[in-house]
């Protein structure tokens, strides 16, 4: 199993860490420390290195930080994590902010009146970061000081680095090569006369050399800093003692180093080097003699995806479907019974993904929650917590798979028997702001700010909401969270052809259920429509995800004739992909639950 339910951290073990933090910090001058959900490359995973927020107050999540006082310790969580954090840490010592409603600067200057001292580690918050907390602290008293990381002074029995395997990724898979890559964006430094860049995110490197690597779980990259440099060659900084095939390479194009090196190459460096201010820790540009902001070269290139890129991502889609397509069959026929478990739906899922033979590994913990469990945004379920799934509740599965040919995310809400009309109709909302996303047309230049309202309004018309985006990024066999472009109210980068993005509202009642329909989406040219501004260029998006939506929990009423007829098609082209690809049994089942409303 590539997924485990051992629970990593309990609630008892914070009080006496944060005791142990609170000496350490009084013995360093300082009025506070704060303890980010991060590592030096700014990932959405960490090594078990890095996990210093988990280890510190329990809390697992993908997203937050705690700042330590001598009297309070704030564990800052956004909404999908509100639920979750409570049942986590020791709520004696920790208290947990609803952030970002509350700001640190404003929690902060409520806290220490008289001003302070806050130390934090500059490997684990980027400039942007600290940069904007300084101006909000300004006139306050308060002052931010570097240190080194105060949490591992306590921890006494901290994982080391991770050094995995690291191998090539093929060229007929990427659709560039690394030395095409390298050429094209060091002249694009050269040109806007920057000797290098700083990179520190390790998908970006990964993408650049065409390399992939096995340091964290569920995404296949190399913890690595690199420096491309204008002329488009490439210092790698790894840590060492690992198996390590980089592929071919010109000569002298990619230079290997220990990863304890990259400081001392930061402060070497003579000319002008890029640093993406919202990506790379402050420590980078303080070592720089020249740093000049701008955008992380890798990026957008690596979201603009190639033909075959897509074409591998499509391909793996139908793979994930067709998996999907048996477990939900046997889900159908073993759930009604009542003898399933959460884990073992978990289990069963990977079980389906590893037949197809080609998974690498799942592209996140699978977030299986029965009844209430289903209102726990991004669940994982637990030894502790796994829950009988029971007839007349939801089911909420979130899943993904890493393919070398591409990264699935998939959710379905199914019904486990027969469920209230409540939960229906709260569905149907979800699925009509779904449809009326994966439908939209709209001209080149419009971010994700400005779509995400569509998968909203049916929510809003009720006086409901979801605490997270409607969509992010997706790599191809990389981090299945992928920037810049996002469908949030947050994200003002344009949408460019090539870019796969997530397509998931929800809706979550604390307590009771979590509804969550998810597929993936691939933006295209739109095809001319009679009447259109022909100097208008738009754009649309093409489903990638196959895979039936549970057309118990619809109800058919609430749809308009142009929804009911997206859902069929949808249904009928489902059919079509996946019918040739499961066992008779599957093509049964896939025949009635793709059957037209």
Known sequence: ?????????????????????????????????????????????????????????????????????????????????????????????????????????????????????????PWLHTAAEVEKLREKLDGSGIELRASDNLVDRVWPDQPPLPAGRVRPWPVANAGESATSKRQRLGAELAGAGHAAAALTMPDSIAWLLNIRGEDIPKVPVPLAFALLHADGTVDLFLTSGRDLDLGTHPEGAVRLHDRDAFPEALKAQTGKVRVDKSLAPLAVSDLLAQPVWGADPCVLPKARKTGAELAGTAEAHLRDGAAMAAFLCWLDREAPGGGLTEIAVVEALEGFRRATNALQDISFDTICGAGPNGAIIHYRVTEATNRPVKPGELLLIDSGGQYLDGTTDITRTVAVGEVGDEEKLCFTRVLKGMIAMSRIRFPKGVAGAHLDTLARAPLWLAGQDYDHGTGHGVGVYLSVHEGPARLSRLSDVPLEPGMILSNEPGYYREGAFGIRIENLLAVEPAPALPGGDAHREMLHFRTLTFVPIDRRLIVTAELTAEERGWIDAYHRDTLAALADRVQPEVRDWLVRACAPL
Do not use: N
Not at 17 to 44: C, K, M, S, Y
Not at 107 to 115: D, M, V
């Open 1 to 121: 199993m590539f997924q485990t339910f051992d629970a990593t951290t309990r609630p008892d073990q914070g009080p006496p860490r944060l005791a142990a933090l609170r000496a350490e910090i009084a013995g360093a001058g300082l009025d506070g420390f704060l303890v980010p959900r991060a590592d030096p490359h700014q990932g959405e995973y960490v090594p078990a290195h890095d996990a210093r927020l988990a280890w510190l107050t329990g809390f697992t999540g993908s997203a937050g930080f705690c700042a330590v006082l001598a009297d309070r310790a704030g564990v800052f969580v956004d909404g999908r994590y509100r639920v979750q954090v409570k049942a986590e840490v020791a709520l004696e010592v920790f208290t947990p902010v609803a952030w970002p409603e509350t700001g640190l600067a404003d929690w902060l200057i409520e806290a220490l009146p008289g001003g302070g001292t806050i130390g934090f580690d």
